[in-house]
């Protein structure tokens, strides 16, 4: 300790503990904010679609299939069973469509169920749990269930599938079909997903 020409007895200790002290003030700041930057992420997400309330965005509940989801309204809470429209993901064997399915693609019949199973983990890993833009076409599928083009974040749901080869191009007219040749013609070319198989040679 030494005397201070004011009057009063200087610690060069406490100032030492008050620079430690700011530090850790400091570093304790960032840590909170951080983690609850990190939290309420999927929160701030969240309202930023609800804001969007002239668009009709859907939160995806459950996928049944490669091409079958199932979703709820963010405005009526009403739940549904939606179809992706202009796709077909390898349906599961024996079920409508898995002959023409493996006559499209020339898939082996023993590998369906487990191309029906890539593909719907494909789709979960993509939509599950996120919100959707849904685009109705006023049709439906065999099962009665509503036809839609769906998207995230502006990606389009039927490109996704068809890019990675987990689903074909159907052959009924609509909207993207163009566009959606393309992109299973794309698929097709790399080999990927359900094209990966050799074509049967023929006799």
């Given at each position: 300790?030494?005397?201070n020409p004011r009057?009063?007895?200087?610690?060069?200790?406490?100032?030492?503990?008050?620079?430690?002290?700011?530090?850790?003030?400091?570093?304790?700041?960032?840590?909170?904010?951080?983690?609850?930057?990190?939290?309420?992420?999927?929160?701030?997400?969240?309202?930023?679609?609800?804001?969007?309330?002239?668009?009709?965005?859907?939160?995806?509940?459950?996928?049944?299939?490669?091409?079958?989801?199932?979703?709820?309204?963010?405005?009526?809470?009403?739940?549904?069973?939606?179809?992706?429209?202009?796709?077909?993901?390898?349906?599961?064997?024996?079920?409508?469509?898995?002959?023409?399915?493996?006559?499209?693609?020339?898939?082996?019949?023993?590998?369906?169920?487990?191309?029906?199973?890539?593909?719907?983990?494909?789709?979960?890993?993509?939509?599950?749990?996120?919100?959707?833009?849904?685009?109705?076409?006023?049709?439906?599928?065999?099962?009665?269930?509503?036809?839609?083009?769906?998207?995230?974040?502006?990606?389009?749901?039927?490109?996704?599938q068809l890019r990675?080869?987990?689903?074909?191009?159907?052959?009924?007219?609509?909207?993207?079909?163009?566009?959606?040749?393309?992109?299973?013609?794309?698929?097709?070319?790399?080999?990927?997903?359900?094209?990966?198989?050799?074509?049967?040679?023929?006799?």
């Amino acid at each position: 300790m030494t005397e201070n020409p004011r009057g009063y007895r200087y610690n060069p200790l406490s100032k030492r503990a008050g620079r430690t002290f700011i530090i850790l003030f400091f570093v304790v700041t960032v840590t909170v904010i951080s983690f609850l930057t990190r939290g309420l992420g999927p929160y701030i997400n969240h309202l930023r679609y609800e804001a969007k309330s002239s668009l009709n965005f859907y939160k995806c509940m459950g996928v049944i299939s490669g091409d079958t989801i199932r979703v709820v309204s963010n405005r009526t809470a009403v739940e549904k069973i939606v179809r992706i429209a202009g796709i077909q993901a390898p349906p599961r064997p024996g079920s409508p469509g898995a002959a023409a399915f493996l006559s499209a693609t020339g898939c082996p019949a023993h590998e369906l169920l487990n191309l029906s199973g890539i593909s719907r983990n494909a789709l979960q890993i993509w939509v599950y749990k996120h919100l959707l833009d849904l685009e109705f076409t006023n049709h439906v599928d065999d099962h009665g269930y509503e036809l839609v083009y769906a998207e995230k974040n502006g990606v389009d749901i039927g490109y996704k599938q068809l890019r990675a080869g987990q689903a074909r191009v159907t052959d009924m007219p609509q909207k993207y079909r163009t566009d959606y040749l393309v992109f299973e013609q794309e698929s097709k070319d790399s080999r990927a997903g359900v094209w990966r198989f050799p074509p049967p040679v023929e006799k």
